[in-house]
C-alpha cells in the first residue's frame, strides 16, 4: 500500500502497528462539534494521535473530506448530525480485521507513482495484481484537488506504466473523455459503475482493467 498524504499514511501506520491503542481512542471518544474543534486545531504530537485525528475528522467532516476548509457535516446520513458517521463498534470491527492481516500488508508513506514503477521494474511477477484508484484530476477536473491535498498525477504516465506490464491490475476513474480517449489508446477494457456521492447524486465511474473481468 502507498499513500503520500502524511495524515491518511499516519492512520494506516496507527492501524496496522498501533492496533490496541487506536481501538482503545475510539472507544473513548465522543464526537461532539467542540471536540472536533479542538481535534482540528491542536497539533499531533505522534504517528497514534495523527492517525486518530484522520480517522475522526474523516468520519464527522462532509463527505469525509480531510483537505484543508472542509467543513463539518451538519445534517450528515438520515439527518443524524455530526455524528451519524461515527460507530465505534464498526470501526473497531474493521480495525480487528485488518490487524489480523497486519502481517501479510507492507504500507509505504510514498509517492504510489514511484512505488508502482520500482515494483514493475524490479519485482513484478505473473501473479502481481495491482489496484490503483488515482485522484480524478484528468481534462482539469475540479473534485480530485478539492478533496485532496496531494492531487497532481500524470494519468497518461499511468496508464503507460500499467499496460506496458505484464501484471494484472484494477484501475477506478471518473468517467471523462481524457480518460476514455486513454483506455481506447491502450486497448483497455473499461466497464461503468454508477456511484453515489454525498448529495446522493447518481454518478458514473469506470473500472479499468487489462482484460474483460464483467459480464454485461
Known amino acids: 500500500m502507498a499513500e503520500i498524504d502524511r495524515d491518511v499514511a499516519a492512520f494506516w501506520k496507527a492501524a496496522l502497528e498501533h492496533s490496541d491503542a487506536l481501538i482503545a481512542e475510539i472507544l473513548q471518544f465522543s464526537p461532539t462539534r467542540k471536540r472536533i474543534e479542538e481535534i482540528t486545531e491542536q497539533t499531533p504530537n505522534s504517528v497514534l494521535e495523527r492517525g486518530f485525528r484522520a480517522l475522526a475528522l474523516n468520519r464527522t467532516r462532509r463527505g469525509g473530506i480531510l ?6 457535516s451538519r445534517s450528515g446520513e438520515n439527518g443524524k448530525g455530526l455524528a451519524s458517521r461515527w460507530y465505534p463498534e464498526t470501526l473497531v470491527k474493521r480495525l480487528h480485521a485488518i490487524a489480523e492481516y497486519a502481517g501479510q500488508i507492507e504500507f509505504h508513506e510514498t509517492d504510489g507513482m514511484e512505488l508502482l514503477e520500482g515494483i514493475l521494474s524490479s519485482c513484478a511477477t ?15 477536473k475540479k473534485a480530485g484537488s478539492r478533496l485532496y491535498n496531494h492531487n497532481a498525477i500524470d494519468h497518461q504516465r499511468l496508464f503507460a506504466l500499467l499496460a506496458d506490464s505484464e501484471v494484472d491490475f484494477l484501475m ?36 479499468i482493467t487489462p482484460q474483460p473481468v464483467f459480464l454485461r
Do not use: C, Q, W
Request: glycine fraction near 8%; avoid cysteine.
Open 172 to 207: 477506478t476513474y471518473d468517467e471523462s473523455p481524457e480518460i476514455l480517449a486513454l483506455v481506447a489508446k491502450h486497448g483497455l477494457s473499461a466497464v461503468r459503475v454508477i456511484m453515489k456521492n454525498t448529495h446522493h447524486a447518481r454518478l458514473s465511474e469506470l473500472v
Open 126 to 140: 505473473a501473479e502481481t495484481v495491482v489496484f490503483a484508484d488515482p485522484p480524478y484530476t484528468a481534462g482539469g
Open 67 to 72: 483537505a484543508a476548509g472542509a467543513s463539518l
